[in-house]
């Protein structure tokens, strides 16, 4: 069975910075690219990241680009969002997808807030 | 960007309707369009990738068409289970990018 958890989420000051983990199984993650999609509260779904399966290629949405870092550890079976220098607006939930996003973790809640 | 622009934004129906719901393109985008049904609390679900294929396990009164920048999500026979709010989303170039999402309610 495939399976997606998030970990790493929590309330946060502006400026600070925050690392998100997806550990996943139930498939060979070796082989997936792998997104970030976001939704802040009451609103609708944003891509944020997506990384390839052997981390050559690289993607952000321009509003989290230079502050957010996609990696992943194809050994240890996870992804990674770094997220730095956040804002009131990056507030949401995060949800890791196996690409082509058939498959959700149940997302993690990031809040930035003073 | 590509613009995913969906419409209706939000409306009611009845178990047992035919409804459909339209997302746009701000250019083509072949068939690398994918739709979602989330319900409140819970991660998106794939329903239908490549504009009309349906996903695993999803049931058959769902259906996509279209191609190009016009796309179709149909479902057949409106069931209780069925009221969330759907999303398209392109994934013909970088940065992906959604639809703004359509709710549909219990009339």
């Known amino acids: 069975e495939v399976q997606l958890v998030e970990s790493g989420g929590g309330l946060v000051k502006p400026g600070g910075s925050l690392r998100l983990s997806c550990a996943a199984s139930?498939?060979?993650?070796?082989?997936?690219?792998m997104n970030w999609v976001r939704q802040a509260p009451g609103k609708g779904l944003e891509w944020v990241s997506s990384i390839s399966s052997s981390s050559s290629y690289i993607y952000y949405a321009d509003s989290v680009k230079g502050r957010f870092t996609i990696s992943r550890d194809n050994a240890k079976n996870s992804l990674y969002l770094q997220m730095n220098s956040l804002r009131a607006e990056d507030t949401a939930v995060y949800y890791c997808?196996?690409?082509?996003?058939?498959?959700w973790g149940q997302g993690t809640l990031v809040t930035v807030s003073s | 960007a590509i613009r995913m622009t969906q419409s209706p934004s939000s409306f009611s129906a009845s178990t047992g309707d035919r409804v459909t719901i339209t997302c746009r393109a701000s250019?083509?985008?072949?068939?690398?369009l994918a739709w979602y049904q989330q319900k409140p609390g819970k991660a998106p679900k794939l329903l239908i990738y490549?504009?009309?294929t349906l996903q695993s396990g999803v049931p058959s009164r769902f259906s996509g068409s279209g191609s190009g920048t016009d796309f179709t999500l149909t479902i057949s026979c409106l069931q209780s289970e069925d009221f969330a709010t759907y999303y398209c989303?392109?994934?013909?170039?970088?940065?992906?990018?959604f639809g703004q999402g359509t709710k549909v309610e219990i009339k």
């Open positions: 997808a196996r690409d082509p996003s058939d498959f």
């Open positions: 250019q083509g985008i072949s068939s690398y």
């Open positions: 490549a504009a009309s």
């Open positions: 989303q392109q994934y013909y170039t970088y940065p992906r990018t």
């Open positions: 139930g498939f060979t993650f070796s082989s997936y690219s």
